[in-house]
């Protein structure tokens, strides 16, 4: 226990460091101030952080996709179906009442398809941005929130997911035959009094709808993969993963 203390604080001045000064110390240095000095090889090395932090992300990546990236991924899960923008949201809750909401009901399912489309296409830029963690950065993750591996991805890739996922969910959704059920769907309503919500940024608001709904599902499950890792030993499946959360949780 002694060891462990020892260690975690050696580790919070370590991080109390600018960044610029972590990045710049001699490797051998960081390497002996997280092994510790008493010459027992209680701590680890750099190199295990952050081949810990890459193994989990990795773990939590490769699972996301499986669990998302599949028919019925987005949809049949109540906890990242993505629902459809609010305008056509409105309309769909108020045809419902009188049972004509079929068409809407099956915008939805595609706009989610489409996502389930998407999400796999995500993994060649999450495994680009893992292969760029740093000591300071494994440092940090290791000793921070249940999901702070998690927000380490997903502040290094919404902004360029996002830019990924818009032609590809767009693309999805035309494929799907969901931009034509809007067409469809308005030609329908011309005579109803709130028909003309569902103008041309219907489709914008719904590739919109699909792309935030569609990373925020893939985030969800990564960020539950990376909860697991820290509290049940069982998810650590390799002997890094074993390693560097066992030693640091």
């Given at each position: 226990m002694t060891?462990?203390?020892?260690?975690?604080?050696?580790?919070?001045?370590?991080?109390?460091?600018?960044?610029?000064?972590?990045?710049?110390?001699?490797?051998n240095v960081i390497d002996g101030i997280i092994r510790g000095t008493g010459g027992g090889g209680f701590g680890l090395s750099q190199a295990d952080a952050a081949s810990g932090i890459r193994a989990a992300l990795n773990k939590g990546i490769t699972t996301a996709v499986q669990t998302v990236g599949r028919d019925g991924g987005y949809f049949n899960d109540g906890q990242i179906r993505i629902p459809l923008p609010n305008?056509?949201?409105?309309?769909?809750?108020?045809?419902?009442?009188?049972?004509?909401?079929?068409?809407l009901d099956e915008i939805e399912v595609q706009l989610n398809r489409g996502a389930e489309k998407a999400a796999p296409l995500a993994r060649d830029l999450?495994?680009?941005v893992i292969s760029g963690v740093t000591i300071t950065d494994a440092i940090n993750i290791v000793r921070g929130a249940d999901?702070?591996?998690?927000?380490?991805?997903?502040?290094?890739?919404?902004?360029?997911?996002?830019?990924?996922?818009?032609?590809?969910?767009d693309q999805a959704l035309a494929g799907t035959g969901a931009y034509q059920l809007v067409?469809?769907?308005?030609?329908?309503?011309?005579?109803?009094?709130?028909?003309?919500?569902?103008?041309?940024?219907?489709?914008?608001?719904?590739?919109?709808?699909?792309?935030?709904g569609g990373l925020g599902g893939l985030f969800h499950y990564i960020g539950k993969q990376e909860a697991a890792i820290r509290?049940?030993?069982?998810?650590?499946?390799?002997?890094?993963?074993?390693?560097?959360?066992?030693?640091?949780?």
């Open positions: 060891h462990k203390l020892d260690r975690r604080a050696i580790l919070a001045a370590l991080a109390a460091l600018p960044l610029t000064a972590c990045e710049t110390l001699d490797p305008t056509l949201q409105d309309a769909q809750q108020t045809l419902r009442q009188f049972g004509l909401s079929g068409l999450f495994v680009d999901n702070a591996a998690t927000q380490y991805l997903a502040d290094r890739t919404l902004p360029r997911l996002t830019d990924m996922f818009t032609p590809i969910i067409d469809n769907l308005t030609s329908q309503l011309r005579q109803v009094p709130f028909a003309p919500q569902l103008a041309a940024d219907a489709k914008t608001d719904l590739t919109r709808k699909g792309v935030e509290a049940n030993p069982a998810e650590r499946t390799s002997e890094i993963l074993q390693r560097v959360f066992g030693a640091y949780v």
